[in-house]
């Protein structure tokens, strides 16, 4: 109730009711005052003449000396208005008119303005001009009716101002409501606002100028703050999105680095394993050298030497990681034989249930590169695809092409530059990788394979190799769906600019 | 004797004076006592404080209105020109403006009005009785109106 009081609707009927309850009772008095004094003095006015005009015509017709014509002249005077007593005296004679039985001639009191004397009957006298008399013309009339008919002006005023006050209320209330129409629809768009409804515009339809003008500062306000709220959104999901490729490019340092380190150690331990390997070696070989081939000691040293050599190999897979395989000779070379030569290679061991797809682009895929180490990073992803559908055959699918790579795709990989690349995907339809080993793959003797199946050095090498030739390495791959790995190496074509959309195919950003 | 002589006298003192206090008021018609003027009757009376014209020996009568008693200016009202008060200024300014007759003069000052009345002879104004006959100036031409 009390909220109710407190709109400015209620406040506006609340003023014009206290404005009518003040104004309208001196409106009512002025104007029965007004009303009052108008009928008594046009009764006093009449009066007053009326009675002169009776005394006129006794002064003239000269009536006064006929006893019978005078007293019809005074019946004649009370029929002819409101008249209740008509008298004409000359000294102690009087002669009255008899047509009222009630006569207040006893109660006689001359007046001189209306009420007078309280007995509601104006008496005025008049001397007669007539020569050689004394005679003395009294009337009364009747003040009754007059008072009847203010009381009827101050019942028709009550009325009238009553109806005046309750079309005054209708008039307030629809005005108000009207008034705060607009204001109401203000305040509507306004909580919309503030409850998120940026876009409700504020249409005010109201001919009061301030309204209008209210309606239009608010809704410049409206669109200003959609435009800050949109900049804001905007700036918070490109933060949100500068956050998230800051954590992946951390996430991708961290590997990087993790990597790097662990390439240091195992670099270390094997070169010193590969001086302790030296002599076996060579007093192996001195051995057998010295006995003759049919000694059991021989046949023994030969398989210390078998051992020996393959601690060898495996000692050249770690420094191949750790990018400390003695001296790679970079040269320019054409990729798409090497893999078409890996690739061959392959067929000859993968069973029927694998089939092999090559996609491999135009000639000319030029790379500085060991081509004994991208033959071997070939036959490494291969030999892990063919393994992973072992079991449950599928498709493996080897892909060469041309990408380029902008700042984007570079602030991603650190180890790459702007410019044209080659791309080698090799793509199996395989159970796939989880996604906490994904993480881990390139880390040396990482393995999901069952122990003695595999040394864990394949995709370390792998990332050896890329890294060494200035290239990176990237896998996706989903549970259940296959794994795809990239390998990224600079191509070099002094005649051919890297430039995107050549026959390069922009790089998808993971 | 003188004794009786001073109750006698005061005896009639006494019963003159009651005459006095008991005799009804009257207002009546005046002029000045150089006026050549005898009498009005009441149609002439109140054509003059209309401002019509009455004329007399060729010349003007003038009407002079006493505003200075409110029992006199209601009795002039009643008696003389048989109006309202509200009326009568209606009545005279439609005529000023209408004829361009002038209003009477008025005076709320008895001096001024009885010095007025003096310098014209052929004006007349209205005043109660008593007043004047204490007046050598004014003399009386005939009773307006007396008290019942």
Known sequence: ?510 | MSTARALLICCLGCILCAQAAVAKRQVVLVASATSPLHDLDSLELRKIYLGFTVKRDGKTVKGLRNTGDKDLNRIFLQAVVAMSEKSYSRRLLSLTLRQGIPRPSEYNNAGQLLEALSSDPYSVTYMWKDAADRSADVKALRVLWQQD
């Open chain 1, 1 to 510: 109730m009390a909220a109710r009081l407190n709109t400015l609707a209620a406040h506006a009927i609340l003023i014009g009711l206290a404005i009518h309850t003040v104004l309208l009772p001196i409106l009512f008095y002025s104007l029965l005052y007004i009303v009052k004094q108008s009928h008594e003095e046009l009764f006093v006015n009449d009066v007053r003449k009326y009675s002169r005009f009776i005394a006129d015509v006794f002064e003239m017709d000269g009536a006064v000396s006929n006893e019978m014509q005078s007293v019809r002249l005074l019946d004649s005077a009370v029929l002819g208005s409101d008249g209740v007593y008509a008298e004409l005296i000359e000294g102690d004679r009087w002669l009255r008119s008899g047509l009222l039985a009630d006569y207040p001639a006893d109660h006689y009191k001359e007046d001189f303005a209306f009420g007078q004397h309280g007995d509601r009957i104006y008496f005025l006298s008049i001397p007669l001009d007539i020569p050689g008399r004394q005679l003395l013309l009294r009337m009364g009339f009747d003040e009754q009716v007059t008072i009847e008919q203010v009381k009827t002006a101050r019942q028709r005023l009550t009325v009238v101002l009553f109806l005046y006050l309750l079309i005054s209320i209708i008039a307030l209330v629809l005005m108000s409501t009207r008034m705060t129409r607009p204001l109401r629809a203000l305040q509507h768009a306004s909580r919309n606002i503030a409850m998120g409804q940026h876009h409700d515009h504020l249409q005010v339809d109201s001919q009061i100028t301030e309204i209008r003008e209210l309606a239009t500062d608010l809704e410049s306000m409206r669109a200003e703050l959609v435009g800050v709220n949109a900049s804001l959104l905007e700036e918070i999901a490109e933060r949100e999105m500068m956050d998230n490729r800051r954590k992946v490019l951390e996430g991708k340092l961290r590997q990087v680095q993790k990597l790097e380190t662990v390439g240091v150690l195992a670099g270390g331990i094997a070169h010193e394993f590969n001086n302790i390997l030296v002599p076996i070696f060579l007093y192996t070989e001195q051995a057998m050298h010295d006995l003759p081939a049919e000694s059991p000691v021989h046949a023994q040293l030969e398989r210390v030497l078998k051992s020996s050599n393959r601690a060898k190999s495996l000692v050249q897979q770690i420094l191949t990681f750790s990018h400390q395989s003695g001296n790679p000779e970079h040269e320019p070379v054409d990729v798409k034989p090497i893999v078409e030569e890996a690739l061959e290679l392959l067929r000859a061991l993968i069973p029927s249930t694998v089939e092999l797809h090559q996609e491999l682009a135009a000639d000319d895929c030029m790379v500085l590169a060991d081509r004994n180490q991208i033959h071997q990073l070939v036959m490494n992803l291969c030999g892990n695809a063919y393994q992973a559908l072992d079991e449950t055959g599928g498709s493996i699918t080897v892909v060469l092409n041309r990408c380029a790579v902008d700042e984007q795709f570079c602030g991603e990989h650190p180890q790459l530059r702007v410019g044209g690349y080659l791309r080698l995907s090799i793509h199996d339809t395989g159970h796939g990788i989880d996604r906490s080993s994904l993480h881990r793959i390139f880390e040396p003797f990482y393995t999901t394979r069952a122990v003695g199946k595999g040394t864990g050095l394949g995709l370390s090498v792998v990332h050896g190799i890329a890294v060494s030739h200035s290239g990176d390495i990237t896998v996706e791959s989903e549970p259940g769906q296959g794994t795809t790995f990239h390998v990224y190496l600079p191509e070099i074509q002094p005649h051919r600019q890297a430039v995107p959309g050549h026959d390069q195919e922009p790089l998808d950003t993971p």
